[in-house]
């Protein structure tokens, strides 16, 4: 079995010709920020397949009552370091025009504020109170030209290798502003969970000029507080429900607010 996932069960499947990889759905949890829907995976992979940056698919299905994707095990190490390539990776997909059927992702602030209150909705600690204090203020409106986003661009997520980034596990992606995802990367919380620290101030700025695509970045700069406030509800409901780890991963959102 393969290290790293937080929701699904992966298994390395090993092979004269080349190796693949088989993962299976955990259907029960229910995550309020990180959809998980296989179908989904399965037909970015097979949207994605000439770009290079995607696992190829090679099957789909179910078991039981979980579902199941099959893919060529992609070289490389989870990201470390070098925002600029995962910069470049992020600008090139949400580039692509690609015709999916997909879930409409968040877009603005108002949407922004929805999503956090109903996450904390479901948290009943004390710090629930000293994040609703934090809430940002001002609105941003929606971003007019929605595109593909992966949705859970996180190190982790990220291979590196000699060859370039690959880029997997698309079982949350979404039609919507191009900020979630840089929301993602550049999130303290996500950083501090899948790499051991967050990014500094340096790295971050040294991302966002590596992305090049101006009117996107200073969005980004504008949300940036309500994409760390939201951030910062969903950890305090993975603690809720049993992950300490993300007890470190909260107080640094509280910090970057």
Same mark, same amino acid.
């Given at each position: 079995?393969?290290?790293?996932?937080?929701?699904?069960?992966?298994?390395? &499947?090993?092979?004269?010709?080349?190796?693949?990889?088989?993962?299976?759905? $955990?259907?029960?949890?229910?995550?309020?920020?990180?959809?998980?829907?296989?179908?989904?995976?399965?037909?970015?992979?097979?949207?994605?397949?000439?770009?290079?940056?995607?696992?190829?698919?090679?099957?789909?299905?179910?078991?039981?009552?979980?579902?199941?994707?099959?893919?060529?095990?992609?070289?490389?190490?989870?990201? =470390?370091?070098?925002?600029?390539?995962?910069?470049?990776?992020?600008?090139?997909?949400?580039?692509?025009?690609?015709?999916?059927?997909?879930?409409?992702?968040?877009?603005?602030?108002?949407?922004?504020?929805?999503?956090?209150?109903?996450?904390? =909705?479901?948290? *009943?600690?004390?710090?629930? *109170? *000293?994040?609703?204090?934090?809430?940002?203020?001002?609105?941003?409106?929606?971003?007019?030209?929605?595109?593909?986003?992966?949705?859970?661009? &996180?190190?982790?997520?990220?291979?590196?290798?000699?060859?370039?980034?690959?880029?997997?596990?698309?079982?949350?992606?979404?039609?919507?502003?191009?900020?979630?995802?840089?929301?993602?990367?550049?999130?303290?919380?996500?950083?501090?969970?899948? =790499?051991?620290?967050?990014?500094?101030?340096?790295?971050?700025?040294?991302?966002?000029?590596?992305?090049?695509?101006?009117?996107?970045?200073? =969005?980004?700069?504008?949300?940036?507080?309500?994409?760390?406030?939201?951030?910062?509800?969903?950890?305090?409901? $993975? &603690?809720?429900?049993?992950?300490?780890?993300?007890? $470190?991963?909260?107080?640094?959102?509280?910090?970057?607010?």
């Amino acid at each position: 079995m393969l290290y790293g996932g937080r929701t699904n069960q992966v298994w390395k &499947v090993l092979s004269d010709h080349s190796d693949a990889v088989l993962k299976l759905y $955990r259907a029960p949890f229910q995550n309020p920020l990180f959809r998980n829907d296989a179908r989904l995976e399965a037909n970015c992979l097979r949207a994605l397949n000439s770009t290079g940056f995607v696992p190829n698919l090679r099957a789909t299905g179910s078991f039981e009552k979980a579902s199941w994707v099959y893919y060529d095990h992609a070289p490389g190490n989870p990201w =470390r370091e070098g925002v600029e390539n995962v910069a470049v990776l992020l600008r090139r997909l949400h580039s692509l025009s690609i015709n999916l059927d997909l879930p409409t992702g968040c877009n603005g602030s108002e949407d922004l504020r929805c999503h956090a209150e109903q996450i904390l =909705r479901s948290c *009943q600690n004390a710090e629930t *109170q *000293q994040l609703i204090a934090l809430k940002p203020r001002g609105q941003i409106p929606p971003f007019a030209e929605r595109c593909l986003i992966h949705g859970d661009p &996180v190190a982790g997520n990220i291979l590196q290798s000699s060859a370039g980034l690959t880029l997997i596990d698309w079982q949350c992606p979404a039609s919507g502003d191009p900020c979630e995802d840089l929301a993602i990367f550049l999130s303290p919380a996500m950083q501090q969970l899948y =790499r051991g620290t967050p990014l500094s101030e340096v790295e971050v700025t040294n991302f966002l000029t590596a992305y090049d695509r101006h009117q996107v970045t200073a =969005r980004y700069l504008s949300l940036r507080s309500w994409y760390g406030w939201r951030m910062a509800a969903y950890c305090l409901w $993975r &603690v809720e429900n049993g992950s300490p780890e993300y007890v $470190r991963a909260f107080e640094l959102e509280i910090q970057a607010l």
